[in-house]
C-alpha cells in the first residue's frame, strides 16, 4: 500500500497498524513486511507527488483480501493499493527485498520477481 506522505512517522504507524489489524481480525496471518518509506511516485495519485511504501506478504482466504481491500478503499490516508498472489511468500519477499536494495531496479523487474 502507499500512503499519503504528509503524515508524520507516527501518523503512519498507525494507519500501518489499523491495517495489520484488519488482516488478523479477519484469520490472515502477516507473514512478512517490508517498509520502504518515503519515495516519489511514478506519476501522480490525487495530487500526490510523493508516498509512504509499505508492503505486507500475508496468507489469508477471500475474505481476508476482500475485507482488506474493502477497508483500504475507504482510507484516505491510503491514496494506492493491489493484491497479488504468489506461489513462494518467503522467495518473493527475498527477491523483493533485493531489489530494494538496488533503487536503479525498474518495475518490470520487481513484477517479475512477485511473479505478477
Keep these: 500500500m502507499v500512503i499519503d506522505a504528509a503524515l508524520t512517522e507516527e501518523e503512519s504507524q498507525v494507519v500501518i497498524d489499523k ?7 479477519t484469520d490472515g496471518v ?3 513486511e517490508s517498509s520502504w518509506g518515503r519515495r516519489r511516485l511514478a506519476y ?3 495530487k500526490m507527488k510523493s508516498g509512504i511504501y509499505h508492503m505486507f506478504y500475508l ?3 477471500g475474505n481476508t483480501i476482500e475485507e482488506m481491500e474493502r ?13 497479488i498472489t504468489v506461489d513462494d511468500l518467503e ?5 523483493f527485498e533485493t531489489l530494494k536494495a ?3 531496479k525498474t518495475a ?7 511473479g505478477a
Design 19 to 25: 491495517h495489520k489489524e484488519v488482516i488478523t481480525s
Design 30 to 32: 502477516i507473514k512478512f
Design 44 to 46: 501522480e495519485v490525487q
Design 59 to 61: 496468507e489469508g482466504d
Design 71 to 83: 477497508q483500504f478503499g475507504y482510507d484516505d490516508q491510503v491514496i494506492k493499493f493491489f493484491a
Design 91 to 95: 522467495k518473493a519477499y527475498n527477491k
Design 102 to 104: 538496488d533503487p536503479q
Design 108 to 114: 518490470n523487474l520487481v513484477s517479475e520477481s512477485l
